[in-house]
């Protein structure tokens, strides 16, 4: 029978999702990402262009009871940096993909070099480099005072050479910088596309899970913030980390947003600075550093990231609008929810700011997902508005509905116990979250327990005079 010739087929391909169709099209039907098709050739044998899949035969898996399988939470690899390990859940665990992405420069490959030097020197280490050459690799570790003999360095950017080059040494540790340029030559499309993403990516996973060695792989972001690549990479990796912070700042902070061997609630704070990343023990301490006393319209709350309680300060600016609509800017807190706390302090308090511009602000570039917060908001906002400031050994929590009440918080008791070590003796909470308190722990300490804003407003003496 004469050989089948292999024939060129254009195909589009969503850069978002990955969906794939024949002609261009503006907008993915399935994501309803704009813009996100790019052209992609692959190659098709005769059996594939009729439809029929050649026949393949392979050993049948091994399969054990569930009972049988070893699942020891005590195995895994500390890094030696404690705010990684908390992110990662206590430490690597064999055989997982974890996929750490975040703005460039903002110190992904500083993080996995410096883990290079920190963890157990008997473990071995292959480090792929495929956008630095290995004289820029060993620049930079002496920068960062790297210079293990457990750490093999290979600059390449060819998966089939990684894949080889993994099961040959075996090493304890992989890690790969950056996904995005590696590509395969079975694959016609360009490097960081979505296919090779996708292919190479699996190659990788494949050749680590087999022999239970943990994979780093460095992921770019789009100008939108997003994960570069298909939506399928998160899905195909076990943990995905996410490096977040402002370049110009030096504090960042490294949050799991998916992760199969720990909670997604743990963060990581680092501070940036000439020698890499050093860890921040108290990121409360750092957060409240060179706050301002006896300033209206600020207020300190306490966020629950995981286990861990993050006290942060609130800022607020009201100031007479310059144009027909008042400006809202929010920083570090949800606009919407900034909106729903005007509106609410303009019918349940009395307080108006049609025609003020009003700003909101997150000291220390953190982000506010807790609707705990809302009342050191709150607080914050009349604060500012009446020119009175709040007491700097006062912390708020609770929860603020529409109808002007306070609502309870969660771990209330973590939340107090670090506020109050860290010099707080004046509490403003929920009175529902009072019940689970015993003020005897706390010599010194003020609790004043509010249902609604104009209790809370009364307690501070923020009442219009």
Known sequence: MAAVKSKVKTVFVCTQCGSESPKWQGKCPDCGSWNSFVEETRLTGGSASKGTAPEVRAAPSQVRALSEVSADESVRYHTGMAELDRVLGGGIVPGAAILVCGDPGIGKSTILLQMCRTIDPGLRVLYVSGEESMRQVKLRANRLGVDGGNIFLTATTKAEEIYETILAQKPDIVVVDSIQTVSSSA?????????????????????????????????????????????????????????????????????????????????????????????????????????????????????????????????ALIAKSSFGNPRRVSTGFDYNRTALLIAVLEKRGGYFMGNLDVFINVAGGMRIDDPGADLAVALSLVSNLLDKPVDSKLMALGEVGLAGEVRSVSLAPQRIGEAYRLGFTTFVLPTSSLRGLDPSQYPGAAFHGVSNISEAFAVLRLGRS
């Open 187 to 315: 694959i016609t499309s360009s490097s960081g596309s979505v296919t090779q993403v996708r292919e190479c990516t699996q190659l990788l996973i494949n050749a680590c899970k087999g022999n239970e060695i943990p994979l780093f792989v460095v992921g770019h972001v789009n100008k939108d913030g997003g994960i570069a690549g298909p939506k399928v990479l998160e899905h195909m990796v076990d943990t995905v980390l996410y490096f977040e912070g402002d370049r110009n700042l030096s504090y960042r902070i490294l949050r799991a947003i998916k992760n199969r061997f720990g909670s997604t609630n743990e963060i990581g704070v680092f501070e940036m600075s000439g020698s890499g990343l050093t860890e921040v023990k108290n990121p409360s301490e750092m957060l409240l550093m060179g706050r301002p006393t006896d300033v209206s319209g600020t207020c300190i709350t306490c966020l629950m990231e995981g286990t861990r309680p993050i006290l942060v300060e609130v800022q």
